[in-house]
């Protein structure tokens, strides 16, 4: 019964929260010292999450994650998702991979990976250099 448990907060953390839908529900899905591996980047409980959130939804404004497989395990489940936006008129497609190890029902620690170089492909590389300078502190602060 904890895999699907732990299978469903995930789904919620990515598909709600992580999609700006429903960022109250946050303290519910991530643990007060949540710990959240994003490509090469780290953030820090839930004023991390709320700092990593903001970079997304600060790029696509129609921000959205979908689930697209899981697996659980012990106190970890992997999901595999597809984001979906808009920056400025263009439309994204990512995929990537995350796996939440859970704790006391909560999501204690993300390790999440993405194709960075395909974000750059779609946006372009003058739209992705123009992104880091406008975003460079909340993408290069490792808080």
Sequence with gaps: MTGRADRETARRALEMVCSGKDL?????????????????????????????????????????????????????????WTLHGTHRGRRVELRGV??????????????AASDTMELVRQLGLWRTALLAIKHRKV????G
């Design 139 to 142: 993408v290069f602060d490792r």
């Design 98 to 111: 995350v796996i939440s190890r859970f704790q006391d029902g909560r999501i204690i620690e993300d390790h």
């Design 24 to 80: 109250g529900s946050l303290p519910d899905v991530y643990h007060d010292d949540f710990v959240d591996h994003v490509n090469s980047l780290e953030y820090r409980g839930h004023a991390g999450a709320r700092r990593s959130i903001a970079l997304y939804l600060a790029l696509f404004p129609d921000l959205r994650f979908k689930v697209e497989e899981q697996v659980a395990e012990g106190d970890r489940v992997a999901s595999r």
